[in-house]
C-alpha cells in the first residue's frame, strides 16, 4: 500500500510509525513499514501537480504498490461548512487544465478524452467506513469530486467561479487529481481522503 501526503505536517502521524527509507529518491521523503500486518511505504510528495505526479509515478516504479492513498487537507466549496470535514474522493478533476478548442470543455484531457479519474469504489468504501469509525460521526464524512489546481483559492469569486463549471466539486487541493491521473496510466487502484480546514474564500 503506498501513502501520499504532499505535506510533512499532514504526514507526520504516519511517518512516527514506519521508519525512514534509503533508498535513493528524486529528493523525495519516504518512510517503509508495517501497520496493522500491511507493508506501507509513505511519501511526502510536495505540493502541487508536479511534485504529486513525480513521487506517485516514483512510487510505482520503484515499490509497485498494489493501491495508493492519497491524503491531506483541503478547501471546502461552501462557506458554511465546518472545518474538518472528512471527504471521500469519488473521483477528481484538474479545475485548472483548459485545453479548448482541442476538448469541448474545461477539465477534459485531450489524450484522455475526460476530466473526471475515478476512484477506486472498493477501496473508497473501505475508507469511507473507516473514516467514520475513526470520527464516530458518520455525518462528518461525506464523499465527492476533489478539485484539483495549482492554487491555493483563497477568494470567494475565484471558488464560485470554478463551481460553475465544476458544479459536482465538494472540496478543493493541490495534488488529488494528478496523483489520480498517474494511477490511471500505471493501472493502480487508488483513492483519497481530505479534511477540510477552510472554505476556500479567505
Given amino acids: 500500500m503506498a501513502l501520499i501526503a504532499a505535506l510533512d505536517v499532514e504526514a507526520r502521524g ?5 521508519a525512514r527509507a534509503t533508498i535513493s529518491t528524486p529528493h523525495l521523503a ?3 513499514g508495517t501497520l496493522e500486518n500491511t507493508p506501507v511505504v509513505l511519501v511526502v510528495s510536495g505540493v502541487g501537480k508536479v511534485a504529486a ?6 512510487l510505482c516504479d520503484v515499490y509497485r504498490p498494489r493501491f ?6 483541503a478547501g471546502a466549496t461552501e462557506s458554511d ?6 471527504i471521500i474522493a469519488s473521483g477528481a478533476a484538474q479545475h485548472d487544465v483548459d485545453a479548448r478548442p482541442l476538448t469541448d470543455a474545461r477539465g477534459v484531457i485531450p489524450s484522455f478524452g475526460k476530466a473526471i479519474f475515478s476512484a477506486d ?15 464516530g460521526d458518520p455525518v462528518a464524512v461525506t464523499s465527492g469530486l476533489v478539485l484539483t489546481g495549482d492554487q491555493i483559492v483563497t477568494s470567494r469569486a475565484v471558488r464560485d467561479a470554478l463551481l460553475r463549471d465544476f458544479p ?12 489520480a491521473q498517474v494511477a490511471d496510466q500505471n493501472t493502480l487502484p487508488w483513492c483519497g481522503l481530505r479534511m477540510t480546514s477552510d472554505a476556500a474564500d479567505e
Wanted: proline share 0%.
Fill in 14 to 18: 504516519v511517518a512516527r510509525q514506519l
Fill in 30 to 32: 519516504i518512510w517503509e
Fill in 53 to 58: 505526479s513525480l513521487a506517485t509515478q516514483f
Fill in 68 to 73: 495508493a492513498i492519497t491524503f491531506g487537507l
Fill in 81 to 86: 461548512s465546518q472545518k474538518g470535514r472528512l
Fill in 121 to 135: 469504489q472498493k477501496l473508497s468504501k473501505s475508507l469511507r467506513h473507516a473514516a467514520e469509525l475513526a470520527v
Fill in 168 to 179: 459536482e466539486g465538494v472540496c478543493f487541493d493541490m495534488e488529488t487529481a494528478a496523483i
